[in-house]
């Protein structure tokens, strides 16, 4: 790995210029190299997949359901008891109800509940949801205001 040139935490992958370079010039002469070997280990599906299920299990409940997004919302999970999780920080994003279906927006995804549900095959049901919501003490949106929130 290289020198970083940012101290930030948001900038956390630094690549190997000279390994980066060295792959280039194979690549260009025609030889076959795979690029995934320039990239840390966390950019490896198979094992932030694997990390992403140890962080999500112990948040469920005995029969909830799950489903990982992949692509722009990748380490989001959404369950069958309507909640949305960030699988690399274990925790619980806050949901917007509305009259005919529940809202969240995933880094820049709008994810709309009732077509994921149905993807998946899971009841979509408003007020089970909420109540389960209201039951639990879980954050959310109803109609542009916050409730179950500690003042």
Not at 44 to 59: F, H, Y
Not at 61 to 73: I, K, L, V
Not at 128 to 135: G, L, M, Q
Request: with cysteine; proline share 3%.
């Amino acid at each position: 790995m290289g020198i970083p040139y940012y101290t930030s935490s948001m900038f956390v992958t630094y690549l190997d210029g000279d390994k980066a370079w060295d792959l280039i010039e194979k690549k260009v002469m025609g030889q076959d190299v795979d690029l995934d070997d320039l990239y840390p280990e966390h950019f490896i599906t198979e094992v932030t997949s694997a990390r992403n299920e140890e962080n999500i299990k112990p948040l469920l409940f005995p029969d909830e359901q799950y489903h990982m997004f992949g692509a722009e919302c990748d380490n989001y999970a959404i369950t069958s008891y309507g909640r949305i999780f960030n699988a690399n920080l274990s925790t619980q994003s806050k949901v917007y109800f509305y009259q005919e279906d529940i809202k969240v927006c995933v880094r820049l995804n709008k994810i709309n509940f009732a077509p994921e549900f149905m993807k998946h095959g899971w009841s979509f049901d408003i007020d089970e949801i909420k109540r389960r919501y209201d039951e639990n003490k879980w954050r959310y949106n109803y109609k542009g205001k916050t409730h179950n929130v500690k003042n």
